[in-house]
């Protein structure tokens, strides 16, 4: 029987880092949380920046749970696990985009008090878990996308903050639109990283047709 003595065995299950299991329970908590402050809030404001932080942080509810799911498995599934998350942050990417076209064609003014208030919230609670992420950041690929959707969102909470001043500023919906847009670019982009990172870790674990016995 073959053993990984001498050497690393990619289809056995990595060692758990227990601090970073704990970290993404309380990531999970957070944005878990934070969904429901900022769906209730955004509806109420009529702000799509909000409503997109919103469904963001439902999303990387779900990408930290998975994320603890596949944490001791091998590492061809934790690299499948990233790709698919990857895939959905650029849905996310794809309807925030929409979203920001709806409420440009609706005329939506959103109410600045409640996006600065909520904006700030939003941006404790990711810069918070951003900064337990730190460490973690240029590890595999599943590591990878989970500190990329925490750096992206504390930056999504700048920008919701920043609209709110435009908004208060102007009377208009023009700098929520702006910043859904790019949040939504962000979710993008975000996912192109992951999903070539992922599909780069996918293809230096397959064994080439050369080296396989027949």
């Not at 990531?27 to 969904?35: P, S, Y």
């Amino acid at each position: 029987m073959a053993d990984c003595c001498t050497g690393p065995c990619s289809s056995d299950k990595p060692p758990v880092d227990a601090r970073y299991r704990r970290i993404l329970w309380i990531a999970l908590v957070v944005n878990a949380g934070m969904f429901f402050v900022e769906l209730i809030s955004g509806w109420h404001a009529g702000s799509v920046s909000l409503l997109a932080d919103a469904v963001d942080f439902f999303g990387d509810a779900g990408n930290y749970a998975v994320s603890l799911f596949v944490l001791g498995l091998a590492p061809v599934w934790r690299s499948r696990t990233a790709l698919g998350k990857g895939l959905i942050m650029g849905s996310y990417g794809v309807f925030v985009l929409g979203s920001a076209a709806y409420h440009l064609a609706s005329g939506i003014v959103p109410e600045s008090s409640t996006m600065g208030v909520i904006g700030f919230l939003a941006l404790l609670a990711n810069a918070s878990v951003a900064a337990l992420l730190y460490a973690y950041r240029e590890g595999d690929a599943n590591m990878r996308s989970v500190w990329l959707c925490s750096r992206n969102d504390a930056i999504g909470n700048i920008a919701v903050m920043l609209a709110a001043l435009g908004v208060y500023g102007t009377g208009s919906g023009w700098p929520d639109i702006a910043v859904a847009t790019l949040m939504g670019t962000l979710g993008l982009t975000g996912a192109w990283s992951v999903v070539n990172h992922a599909r780069r870790e996918l293809r230096a674990e397959t064994p080439s047709p050369l080296n396989t016995k027949i």
